[in-house]
């Protein structure tokens, strides 16, 4: 699942403190959760590829509007980037993400904001800004659409609170059901995630993200994967606001 993978990155487990912490007093629940936490963490794209596709977005007033985006995922020495940018079709106007994963360290995030520049990537050290540092910052939309940049990097997974609930088919597909909760939520951010991880390909089949009083925020859903080239990809990717009534889907260029 090469485009799966990468967009997020499908990536890190947590922070080093967290990795020294002692499994003594966890559950089993809860030390299979880290495990499947790490493996996900551990699926590092093997080479450095490029894609496009739209952003198809309804808003919560019920206006539609697309994105054209550009994703690439870039593999260095120590660690690999995860770069997402996106432009408004008539305005030319959106943001350039900037996500550096690394093995047993936090992601660190970094956006630019794009105004009449059209669609010209960023060379990869030349972004002159100063990194996203807190859950507020990350809890910001990319190109005003219902992915926020913590979704795109998949920060869920590098949260200590993990546990494995229960396995259970779900859309066709046998899952593991992953709990991920956050110990310290923003007023904005979500407390807790549910993902429901494919047992035998290692995507996220569904997700459900809950705020900071525990009510229903999102709904993630990965649809329509392709073998393309001897590599299962994800098609299109949808993000349902359940409290605003707005939706994205992301809509890729497979190449086959």
């Known amino acids: 699942m090469k485009t799966l993978a990468a967009v997020a990155a499908m990536?890190?487990?947590f922070a080093v403190g967290a990795r020294a912490?002692?499994?003594?007093?966890?559950s089993d629940a809860e030390i299979q959760g880290r495990n499947l936490a790490r493996q996900l963490a551990d699926v590092k794209p093997t080479e450095n590829?490029?894609?496009t596709g739209t952003l198809k977005i309804k808003d919560a007033k019920?206006?539609?509007s697309e994105i054209l985006i550009k994703f690439l995922v870039?593999?260095?020495a120590t660690n690999w980037l995860s770069i997402y940018e996106g432009v408004e079709t008539n305005s030319e106007t959106g943001d350039k993400l900037r996500i550096i994963h690394q093995e047993s360290l936090a992601n660190k995030y970094a956006i630019v904001h794009v105004c009449g520049s059209g669609t010209t990537l960023l060379q990869l050290d030349d972004w002159g800004v100063s990194p996203l540092s807190d859950?507020?910052?990350m809890t910001m939309p990319f190109c005003q659409s219902d992915f926020w940049f913590a979704d795109l990097g998949l920060e869920f997974f590098h949260w200590p609170e993990q546990k494995l609930l229960k396995k259970e088919v779900k859309r066709s597909r046998g899952c593991s059901v992953l709990e991920s909760t956050n110990p310290e939520p923003s007023t904005n951010g979500y407390s807790r995630v549910v993902s429901w991880i494919d047992n035998d390909g290692g995507g996220i089949v569904q997700a459900f993200a809950y705020?900071?009083?525990?009510?229903?925020l999102k709904e993630f859903y990965p649809k329509d994967f392709e073998k393309v080239n001897g590599q299962w990809q994800v098609q299109e990717m949808e993000m349902i606001n359940d409290q605003t009534g707005s939706r994205t889907r992301l809509e890729f260029d497979l190449k086959k």
């Open 74 to 76: 870039v593999i260095k």
């Open 211 to 216: 705020d900071a009083r525990g009510k229903l």
């Open 49 to 51: 590829f490029t894609n």
């Open 62 to 64: 019920g206006k539609n």
């Open 11 to 13: 990536i890190l487990f």
């Open 135 to 137: 859950e507020a910052e």
């Open 21 to 26: 912490e002692t499994t003594n007093d966890l």
